[in-house]
């Protein structure tokens, strides 16, 4: 079983609709999750952190953790064609010291 | 306020040459990571240092494979006696701490031929 698990997409939304990302996790341990960006060819770049069970917001995204089944997931409101990208969800290893990625979520948004 | 700086953006070396690639983290972070990243792949963590130590370094071949922070300058992740199968993004992290989110450079492409 992977660390951290992905829908790989592509994941297609039309303009103004709601995107809806998710990921599994298997360490018990782990108490930080971040959601990042990557653009084609680009490096990542974190949008999202979460650390206690429930939702948490910042302008169109809101991130969801539930630590019972092991899932967190992004949703993006009012979705942009700049929304377009691929979005990783990264948990923290129980132990520290390192994060384990996703493969990615790969998100366009139709205009 | 710089960013993670990687360089170069771009390397290309023959089989069997050493690649070098640099990382300066944001000004004041004191952890660095480096990961790699294959097409289609998530990403891959390699090593996690501090200044003058490894941490962490349980994600790195056993051969060929190096990093270090030093003091004085930037980080530096060598492979030597470099093979196609090493082609790949190579991105360096940085972060405050060791639960806090990555701040990402932008990545060495490594092109092997």
């Known amino acids: 079983q992977k660390e951290v698990e992905q829908n790989s997409g592509p994941l297609s939304v039309p303009e103004g609709a709601i995107a809806s990302l998710n990921c599994t996790y298997s360490d018990r341990v782990s108490q930080s999750f971040f959601w990042y960006r990557q653009y084609s060819g680009k490096s990542p770049e974190l949008i999202m952190s979460i650390y206690s069970n429930g939702d948490k917001e910042d302008g169109r995204f809101t991130a969801q953790l539930n630590k019972a089944s092991q899932y967190v997931s992004l949703l993006i409101r009012d979705s942009q064609p700049s929304d377009s990208a691929t979005y990783l969800c990264?948990?923290?290893?129980?132990?520290?010291?390192?994060?384990?990625f996703g493969t990615g979520t790969s998100l366009t948004v139709i205009p | 306020n710089a960013g993670v700086m990687q360089n170069p953006r771009h390397l290309v070396r023959r089989r069997g040459q050493e690649a070098r690639l640099r990382c300066s983290p944001v000004k004041g972070h004191s952890h660095v990571y480096w990961y790699r990243q294959l097409p289609e792949e998530g990403l891959k963590f390699m090593v996690y240092l501090q200044k003058e130590n490894i941490i962490d370094e349980s994600g790195m071949p056993k051969e060929r494979f190096s990093a270090e922070f030093p003091k004085e300058g930037p980080s530096i992740l060598r492979i030597q006696q470099v093979v196609r199968g090493d082609s790949a993004a190579y991105f360096c992290?940085?972060?405050?701490?060791?639960?806090?989110?990555?701040?990402f450079g932008s990545g060495t492409r490594l092109t092997v031929v």
């Open positions: 992290a940085s972060s405050p701490g060791e639960r806090d989110g990555y701040t």
């Open positions: 990264a948990v923290e290893r129980g132990s520290g010291n390192q994060f384990y």
